[in-house]
């Protein structure tokens, strides 16, 4: 199953994915309303019938893995929110800042009501009283179907939690989890230093899950069919199916539910195949890696990307154009980071602004070597030195770029020269306007 995200290009040959599970019955202009939700996944074991610990080590036996990025295992942060003394919260995280995924909202949109179920039982599996979902405000469909499927529950079936809805800031930090905790808690939505995490003291100084909401999603699922069901898809140590944006050169950009470790360029075939040559291919998102086209048969798992220094992150695969120019893309996405930085911790504001301006240099043929060494080097050095990861993800994504993109950059340095065609093929935005 694949729910289109953009433009249309005439598709191509596909190779087939197993049967969607989280977005079974959708479809582009599809909202899966209670009635035909109940129809299609039943209803879930009641809370009331799952003691806190058998949910957790249901989540255990399967195995599942955290969708949001650092693919932390579920069940060690649901136990680790159950021992916390009470009461407890849920927060489920719908933020999706990352801007080339569109796999959330697609999920909320068009499945709202499996979110809500995967929020109830992780209510019930660490014993909360209180579930707050964040979505990002500008998403208006994904707020939209979340808010119409909370009404269908508490008009019929009561949700037997205080469950709320929040329309967060459109800022990439805002979904880290500190920072979408501090604003829940009527603050910036910035990150805060750790410790102490969530876990410990996080909405109201209360021990709170923060969990995406593809992985609670997952977790209703497993909940009524079982680790093992669960497990035919994946391998056995990233066990499942997880949802990918697809998109960039490709026949119809989408979001697709496939097996992790599914070849990165089936997922690309399963869109329509490449709509160009293409020169690279972006995984994990912004917050991720550029990989050779000839990495196209590498599994698309943590255990796959882990040799070429890449991660699945939040599940993103973006084809690049041979006619554009990586560099000069890269250009404008470390810029995108510069303004996006909370402006908390110096190596953040200063050494995202500083490789920005002259990261642009290099992209626009008008660097040295000497500037490149400071590039790499400053690289090195914002590098761990944040309070949240968000410097991390601009120096991986350049070391990447100045690797994947040698000849280019070659080029540039040699003769001054860019080959690009100067049409922007990754969808940039600008950086967001509040923290509040
Ligand atoms: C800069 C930054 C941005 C993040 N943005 C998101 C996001 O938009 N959505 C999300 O679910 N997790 C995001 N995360 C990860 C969260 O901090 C957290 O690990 C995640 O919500 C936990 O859910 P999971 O265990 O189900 O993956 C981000 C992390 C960082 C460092
Ligand atoms: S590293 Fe940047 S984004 Fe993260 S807390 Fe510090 S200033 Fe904010």
Known sequence: MTIATGRT????????LPPSRLLAGASPDSYIGLATHRKTYTLPPPPSAQPRYSL???????GLLGRGGAGFPTARKLKAVADGPGPRVVVANGTEGEPPSAKDQTLMTHNPHLVIDGAVLAAAAVGASQVLIGVDR??????EAMRAALAERTSTEGLGVDLRLAGTPSRYVAGEETGLVQWMNGGPAMPTSVPPRPFEKGVAGRPTLVQNVETLATMALIARHGPEWFRQLGTPDEPGGRLVTVSGAVGQPAVVEAPIGTPIGALIDAVGGPAAELSAVMVGGFYGTWLPVDALDTPYSRAGLLPLGASPGAGVVLALPASACGLAETARVVSWYAGESAGQCGPCIFGLADLSELFAQVAAARANRDDLETVRRWAGEIEGRGACKHPDGAARLVRSALTVFSDELTRHMSTGECRGNGRPVL???PPGKTWR
């Not at 290009?9 to 087939?16: N, S």
Request: overall charge positive; cysteine-free; hydrophobic content about 45%.
């Open 427 to 429: 969808r940039v935005p």
């Open 9 to 16: 290009a005439p598709a191509r040959k596909t190779r087939p």
């Open 56 to 62: 957790i080590d249901l989540m255990g036996a399967a």
């Open 138 to 143: 500008a998403h208006r469909r994904a707020l």
